[in-house]
């Protein structure tokens, strides 16, 4: 019997139909161990030795793999065909060397796709190891490794709220973190344009003025209404003649089929999936033989496949669609994670695959795949300028019209940023011509700052700069957000205080190992090691000469020093330079004391020097911007009409609040987010201190109803039951019989008391075991269910944007965590269970020594305390 071990469950399924009865294939189910997560797994003074562990939740499958390996005459490694997958392969091999289960041959085979003439052709020509790609895993797995636990010890002593810091991650953050700064720091400036409406034969069309005065007209030169008023009336006042009319041909290539990257990048733009959703559909799509491996830098295709193409768009189309000759795309990125093949179908006759979110990529890859060896679109452009009587004022016109679609015809490229392109088509002119003009507009517009980046202009960034490799860019910025150090609003990135504040230490104390080129270079020296031409210990040796002694120099720093440079370090950010040229570290309310960075418990802020008699304090995250002083240092909002004790408004960790009395008797009530900011006074602070309301007595119980604003929400509450309210003000408008009603409502319902259970929305089957998902709101936030299993939305996910191949992968992923839940249950009676079992064997002589020896402890403790 001949073992194979792939990684996948599903991978397993696929190739054990294409392998005869003496083959048996079982999964790894990904690595099957790593580094443990403590200090001294990688040890740099013994070469840089690693210890590794097994996983706890893989002992069944090695228990499997083991028992298998040992009865078989030959093992084949077939893991991915990359730097993870040759890493699984050798982590197997160690193993089962160690448990004496190795047969006497062992090989390992790769193929790209999983097809049958892949597989069957790769088990016909086996290798051995890459000890190379393994040398260049060990060495990314324990530069990582020592990043993070060299560095975050030093975050969590120095930098109060950090929670941890990575090689690649911290660098990716600085690019969020620096586009936040440049958006802050940019100033709008104002200019203007005119426009004609212009018509001829029948035909509309937009010309721009160009020439103004007699000089050349540049985007900012309108600089106000005034100009902008002077130059309308020129045009308006001008007869245009056509002077040229240019006709230039265009030519249009389409894309390379898709690599990793751009695969993330167009279905960001696309289809409005995350990386790591797309990475997951994409696996999957993979694993069923339906595309080729998607982790790759290669832009390449297997001739075959160009051939397939070729025929397929013949097919579709007609002759004119194909070229004359197969395009042939290369690779710039060194070592193309092992010279893969660019993603595509692994058939052109499929037109489509699965359903939901599985179809639409798998259109996607196939259209991308085959306009990369379409004929080029032939483009036509047109540049119309026309000018006065006088000769000063002048407009023109630019139009663009496809003669040829080729690509075009199945696939256009998407882009990040809108840009402004040619126009349509423009009616036939001729010099000489004179066409209509019908109406001329000026317009004002303002300069915008860059635009933050979204999934696809980060991952395309990080490509650029050559940081990280684009099949961990998934999990990467899922970390960024998992420890909220980014928030996604709107599908783009906003730093958060954590991540701006980790930013600002790292470029402070570590700023080498967070600059662009110096990550880069880094993995240029991985992909040496991948490469056989450098060695990973030397690599290793070389980085922590040098990061070590800095770490240390930094520890030893005391966390007022740390604090006192930072607050330096971001100066321009914290307190900026002021319009009036007045001091912008001045305290704004006490107009003596100076603003400074200071370390909480939660996270540094900005205070007073004049600290405790002035306690003006500002969030680190407000930075030094026009609004950054609106809200800050309690604000006195008058005096309570019955107790006559002040009420200030406030900001602590959780937000705004306001506050009756002082000390700890007094009263405080958080400010709900449905209140306007400029709604709120003294009026609406009274009445949220005067909670909970009784709205009446109950008609049934004769118990009182109380309306009031919780954990999660306004809500009624009476007898034990209650039920959610719609917003604020209606906790002080309700009146009985409406209350009555909601609660009757809540109570039908079943919905644990707060209101009916209705879905949000009905996502749809789920695809694999066809139970209808519903999007629920739950007590703890929304929630996903399949009548089984309910599974929280994590905090990084939009239920908005929610779809339901990812509803259904969190019910899957939660149903898997049932068992481990049920153990650590059935785990207490056990620890109890030993102590019950001494009194029941009711052994006369060990039932009487305990209570010769407790008697004389309680008569002493009894004199004592007498």
């Not at 448990?99 to 790769?110: H, I, Q, S, W």
């Not at 810091?165 to 936040?180: F, K, N, T, W």
């Not at 990048?265 to 990475?279: C, I, N, P, V």
Request: glycine share 8%; charged share 30%; proline share 6%.
């Amino acid at each position: 019997m001949q073992l194979v071990i792939v990684e996948s469950p599903a991978k397993a399924k696929t190739i054990e139909k294409y392998l005869g009865s003496d083959f048996k294939v079982l999964a790894s189910y990904g690595h099957i161990r790593d580094l443990p997560p403590k200090d001294g797994s990688v040890d740099p003074d013994d070469g840089f030795a690693m210890t590794w562990q097994n996983y706890g939740d893989k002992t069944k499958q090695l228990k499997a793999i083991t028992d298998e390996s040992k009865k078989a005459t030959r093992l084949i490694l077939a893991t991915d065909p990359d730097r993870e997958g040759e890493a699984i392969s050798w982590h197997v091999l160690e193993v089962l060397r160690a448990k004496k289960a190795l047969p006497e041959k062992v090989d390992r085979v790769t193929f790209n796709a999983i097809t049958k003439e892949a597989v069957t052709a790769a088990m016909a020509h086996p290798r051995e190891l890459d000890e190379d790609l393994i040398d260049a895993y060990r060495a990314r797995r324990a530069l990582d490794y020592l990043v993070g636990f060299t560095l975050s010890p030093v975050l969590w002593r120095k930098l109060p709220g950090a929670k941890s810091a990575g090689r690649v991650q911290s660098v990716s953050l600085r690019l969020i973190v620096e586009r936040e700064r440049e958006i802050e720091a940019f100033r709008p400036q104002e200019y203007w344009s005119v426009t004609a409406q212009m018509e001829q034969a029948g035909q509309a069309f937009e010309a721009r003025l160009t020439i103004h005065d007699g000089n050349k007209l540049g985007k900012m030169d309108l600089a106000d209404e005034s100009q902008a008023m002077l130059a309308k009336t020129a045009v308006e006042n001008g007869l245009f003649t056509i002077e040229t009319v240019e006709t230039k041909p265009l030519t249009r290539n389409p894309p390379p089929p898709f690599t990793t990257s751009t695969l993330q990048q167009e279905a960001a733009r696309k289809l409005g999936y995350s990386a790591s959703h797309t990475m997951r559909i994409a696996q999957q799509l993979y694993e069923d033989g339906a595309i080729t491996y998607m982790r790759t830098d290669g832009v390449q295709m297997d001739g075959s496949a160009i051939s397939a193409a070729r025929k397929a768009i013949a097919d579709r189309y007609d002759a004119s669609y194909v070229p004359d000759s197969p395009r042939i795309y290369k690779t710039k990125a060194k070592n193309a994670q092992e010279a893969h093949e660019a993603i595509r179908p692994t058939s052109f006759t499929k037109t489509s695959v699965g359903s939901g979110d599985h179809a639409k990529l798998y259109d996607l890859i196939l259209k991308r795949a085959m306009a990369s060896q379409m004929a080029s679109a032939r483009l036509e452009r047109t540049t119309v300028e026309m000018l006065d009587g006088t000769g000063k004022t002048g407009l023109r016109a630019n139009g663009q019209v496809v003669k040829f679609a080729g690509f075009l015809a199945l696939y256009e490229e998407g882009r990040d940023d809108d840009k402004d392109d040619d126009g349509g088509l423009l009616p036939a002119m001729s010099k000489g011509d004179s066409p209509a003009k019908k109406a001329v507009d000026a317009i004002q517009h303002f300069t915008q700052p860059p635009p933050r980046y979204s999934e696809a202009s980060l991952v395309k960034k990080m490509e650029e700069l050559g940081i990280g490799r684009p099949s961990t860019y998934a999990s990467i910025i899922k970390t960024l957000k998992d420890r909220a150090y980014v928030r996604i609003e709107k599908n783009r990135f906003f730093a958060e205080e954590s991540g701006r504040l980790l930013t600002g230490f790292l470029e402070r104390f570590f700023d080498r190992y967070v600059a662009y080129d110096y990550t880069a270079g880094l993995e240029d020296e991985l992909d040496e090691v991948s490469g056989g031409r450098a060695q990973w210990q030397a690599i290793l040796e070389a980085f922590w000469h040098d990061f070590k002694p800095k770490t240390v120099e930094v520890m030893e720093k005391l966390p007022s020093e740390v604090t006192a440079e930072l607050d330096i370090f971001l100066e321009p950010y914290l307190f900026p330079e002021k319009e009036d040229g007045s001091d912008p570290r001045l305290c704004p309310r006490c107009n003596e004391g100076k603003l400074a960075l200071r370390g909480g418990r939660f996270g540094a802020f900005v205070a007073c020097s004049n600290y405790p008699e002035c306690k003006f304090t500002r969030r680190f995250a407000q930075g030094g911007g026009a609004n950054a002083d609106e809200d800050e240092g309690p604000q006195e909002l008058g005096v309570d009409p019955d107790s006559d004790e002040k009420i200030t408004r406030k900001v602590g960790r959780f937000g705004p609040y306001v506050e009756k009395g002082e000390g700890k008797e007094a009263k405080r009530s958080s400010i709900p987010k449905d209140i306007p900011a400029e709604d709120f006074g003294l009026e609406w602070a009274v009445k949220l201190l005067s909670l909970p309301r009784e709205v009446g007595i109950h008609p049934e119980s004769g118990e009182p109803v109380m309306a009031q604003i919780g954990r999660y929400g306004p809500y009624l509450s009476h007898n034990g039951k209650s039920a959610s309210l719609e917003n604020t003000q209606e906790v002080f408008e309700i009146g009985m019989n409406a209350a009555v009603a909601k609660l009757a409502d809540a109570a039908k319902s079943g919905g644990r008391g707060r209101g009916k259970m209705e879905p949000l929305k009905i996502m749809g089957a789920h695809p694999r075991t066809e139970a209808e998902i519903k999007l629920m709101d739950g007590r703890f936030g929304p929630y996903v269910t399949d009548g089984t299993t309910n599974a929280s939305l994590p905090k990084t996910v939009d239920k908005d944007q929610l779809t339901l191949e990812e509803a259904a992968q969190l019910i899957d992923d939660r149903a898997a965590k049932g068992p481990a839940k049920k153990r650590a249950k059935k785990a207490a009676p056990k620890k109890k269970a030993p102590a019950k079992k001494k009194p029941a064997a009711k052994k006369k002589p060990a039932a009487k020594k305990p209570a010769a020896k407790k008697a004389p402890a309680k008569a002493k403790a009894k004199a004592k305390a007498e």
